[in-house]
Nanobody, 115 residues
């Protein structure tokens, strides 16, 4: 059974930093793509950043300067370093993994940025 387990969310003041981690288990192969999406209250889930197993990244324009995605293929783990956080970054952050044609999601971790 595939599981994505996130950690690292929490409450931080504007301008602060957080680092999210997500470990995938139950996969025989390393995911093709791993990354992060987020969903703010009253809004649709949106892409934050992803990285392929080969290292190609894809970022939302709104976070390109602030956030950095990275992964450890050997551990099937993806990270999201979030700097200079703003109140508008407040959302539930979901870990995402794609293996062949299957999409997997974590339970989500809350990130709250206070002004």
């Amino acid at each position: 059974q595939v599981q994505l387990v996130e950690s690292g969310g929490g409450l931080v003041q504007a301008g602060g930093s957080l680092r999210l981690s997500c470990a995938a288990s139950g996969m025989r192969f390393s995911p093709d793509t791993m990354g992060w999406y987020r969903q703010a209250p009253g809004k649709q889930r949106e892409l934050v950043a992803t990285m392929t197993s080969g290292g190609t990244t894809n970022y939302a324009d709104s976070v390109k300067v602030q956030f950095t995605v990275s992964r450890d293929n050997a551990k099937n783990t993806v990270y999201l370093q979030m700097n200079t956080l703003k109140p508008e970054d407040t959302a539930v952050y979901y870990c995402y993994a794609k293996l062949f044609s299957f999409d997997y999601w974590g339970q989500g971790t809350q990130v709250t940025v206070s002004s």
